[in-house]
């Protein structure tokens, strides 16, 4: 099956800093790559998606990237604010007749004002 | 549009005993998927349901079980409990068009 895996497991950035997170994944046939956010005691809620046939997607001050080759795809947070501090899990799966979709370990944003 | 319902939100029960958690998806969605939260381990995939029909099943033990039914709730099912199960269990569902999952608030469940 799927295996994502998630990097860092932590990230503090100053405010206003831009904030990375990266993803690699092993099944060649995922298709569809969805980043969650999920706030303390809140559940996860999808802020951004991409398909394998966009290289990149922008959404205001969140983007994201995707390499099918190297089976690698981002997360980027630009001018962050203290309330982008959450956890943030990517996710890969073959969308269509199956949803077989695997998480990333997530990572702990902190944004500091 | 009402989301994703999950009950009960809170649970305590003792080792040894079995625990029945319920998912009502949003209305027209038919996936409907399971997760286990705990702190180190992520979002864990529990299984998946479409039409009733469970079609992709993570790497947990037979003591977890679901099933879905023709309204697309579901259920799912830990049997024997163990210390090792207390964590959030978050359903999700999806229209099953390559769309994103919404998830529910979650069930906690604490085995003591």
């Known amino acids: 099956g799927e295996n994502v895996e998630q990097h860092p497991s932590t990230l503090s950035v100053q405010e206003g800093d831009s904030a990375v997170i990266k993803c690699t994944y092993s099944?060649?046939?995922?298709?569809?790559f969805p980043w969650y956010k999920q706030e303390l005691g809140k559940r996860p809620q999808l802020i951004i998606d991409?398909?394998?046939?966009?290289g990149e997607k922008k959404d205001q001050r969140i983007a994201v990237t995707l390499n099918k080759t190297a089976k690698h795809f981002s997360l980027h947070i630009t001018e962050t604010q203290p309330e982008d501090s959450a956890v943030y899990f990517c996710?890969?799966?073959?969308?269509?007749?199956?949803?077989?979709?695997?998480f990333g370990a997530g990572t702990r944003l902190t944004v500091k004002p | 549009k009402a989301g994703v319902t999950q009950t009960p939100r809170y649970l305590i029960k003792t080792r040894g005993q079995q625990v029945t958690l319920s998912c009502s998806p949003i209305?027209?969605?038919?996936?409907v998927s399971w997760y286990q939260q705990t702190p180190g381990q992520g979002l864990q995939f529990l299984f998946e349901?479409?039409?009733?029909?469970?079609?992709n099943k993570g790497n947990f033990p037979g003591r977890f079980s679901g099933r879905q039914f023709s309204n697309s709730r579901s259920e799912m099912n830990v049997s024997t409990l163990e210390l090792g199960d207390s964590a959030l269990y978050l359903c999700?569902?999806?229209?099953?068009?390559?769309?994103?999952?919404?998830f529910g608030s979650g069930t906690r469940l604490t085995v003591v």
């Open positions: 209305s027209g969605h038919r996936s």
């Open positions: 099944d060649s046939a995922s298709n569809y």
């Open positions: 999700a569902s999806s229209s099953d068009r390559g769309q994103g999952y919404t």
């Open positions: 996710a890969a799966s073959r969308a269509g007749n199956n949803n077989d979709m695997r």
């Open positions: 991409i398909r394998s046939n966009v």
């Open positions: 349901y479409f039409s009733e029909t469970q079609r």
